[in-house]
């Protein structure tokens, strides 16, 4: 049964899945010439597109320049370096596809080795890693170039999914082109090649600019805004309230409060004085005792003088009250004794005179 079976394997199966796997291959290296071509032309008419952008760029800052327009030049700059950047990652792909293309030859007679699975398990020759490295790491990056997708997925069918995720990844020995790295990275330009490329187009335009103010705006370190302000040596600190002058602030809305609480007091007895002594002594008696707690704060503040003579003066209003308060409930017993005397003495007068 097993001479059977490799007899069957040898005669159909095995020679069906070698005819696959070469079949394969040709495909994948007649795809891969086709979408090299397209990316080389393509990448040449995206960098003609490009550098008549970059003059015009370039252009429009010289004129910010001349009319003293330093913040917006110092924004617009940014996209002329991004711009450069990207037209010289662009200029080493090109290459790079070049030199696949001319090395095609060596990916068509690469040997194949077949496992039990069927499946192809290559390794890519060292001396084209790092041009495929670098193509497949650009790919995703580079979305004006769509050949480049294409090919990317080619040499994920040639070398398997796992050479192209440690490429991703920037693994250690993934052998991507450092160059290409920094310049497809995405990240805000230095003061200094900002400052760099003002002064290049200062001097292609010839226009006399001051870069002081520049160079000065470059130079500051701006704050952390969300993580708050930090502080700078040498520089002034900010004063924290201390804990005297909490404990001075509380005694003084203290007196402040008794104070008003004074003032309604001294102004209800004058408008409406009762008659009783009895309230009049207990209008007293809740004067007394805020005195108390009055003398029984120190002072503290530099406002002592005014409390005190705002107390002063409610007081003298509050004892006036109570002194007309007196009275009047004085005139009120006598008033009520004479008549009391009156209302006896009349059926006296009557029974005499009958």
């Known amino acids: 049964m097993s001479l059977l079976n490799q007899l069957f394997n040898r005669g159909v199966f095995g020679t069906r899945c070698h005819f696959n796997c070469v079949m394969n291959s040709i495909f994948i290296v007649f795809c891969s010439k086709t979408c090299l071509n397209l990316a080389i032309s ?16 370039r252009k429009e800052i010289a004129q910010f320049l001349q009319a003293g327009q330093e913040p917006i030049a110092r924004i617009r700059v940014e996209h002329i370096i991004r711009e450069q950047n990207t037209g010289n990652a662009y200029d080493i792909l090109e290459l790079f596809c070049e030199f696949v293309l001319a090395r ?7 040997k194949l ?19 495929i490295a670098s193509i497949i790491f650009a790919a995703p990056r580079c979305s004006d170039v769509p050949d480049l997708l294409h090919i990317k997925n080619l040499f994920t069918t040639k070398y398997g999914k796992e050479f192209v995720t440690a490429v991703s990844e920037l693994r250690p020995d993934s052998g991507v082109n450092r160059t290409i790295i920094e310049k497809l990275s995405v990240h805000a330009p230095s003061g200094a090649a900002k400052l760099k490329v003002l002064k290049e187009i200062a001097e ?3 226009i006399a600019w001051d870069s002081s103010k520049t160079e000065a705006e470059f130079s500051k370190n701006h704050e952390d805004l969300l993580g708050g302000a930090k502080q700078v040596g040498g520089g002034a600190t900010p004063q924290t309230p201390s804990k005297s002058s909490s404990f001075n602030s509380a005694p003084s809305t203290k007196k402040n409060s008794e104070v008003s609480m004074h003032n309604k007091q001294a102004y209800e007895h004058l408008e409406a004085p009762s008659p009783s002594i009895n309230k009049a002594h207990l209008n007293t008696h809740e004067i007394e005792p805020s005195l108390k707690n009055n003398d029984a704060y120190p002072d503290r503040d530099d406002v002592k003088s005014e409390t005190r003579s705002q107390s002063c003066d409610v007081l003298e209003k509050a004892r006036a009250a109570i002194a007309a308060a007196e009275r009047a409930s004085a005139a ?7 008549v009391h005397n009156n209302t ?3 059926p006296k007068l009557e029974g005499r005179s009958s």
């Open 332 to 338: 009120a017993r006598a008033a009520a004794a004479l």
């Open 104 to 110: 095609v030859p060596i990916i068509e007679n690469q």
């Open 113 to 131: 080795t077949l496992s039990l699975s069927f499946q192809q398990n290559r390794d890519c020759p060292q001396e084209l890693r790092e041009a």
């Open 42 to 57: 393509r990448i040449k008419l995206l960098q003609n597109k490009r550098d008549m952008q970059l003059k015009q760029m």
């Open 344 to 346: 006896f003495a009349t």
């Open 204 to 206: 292609e335009y010839n």
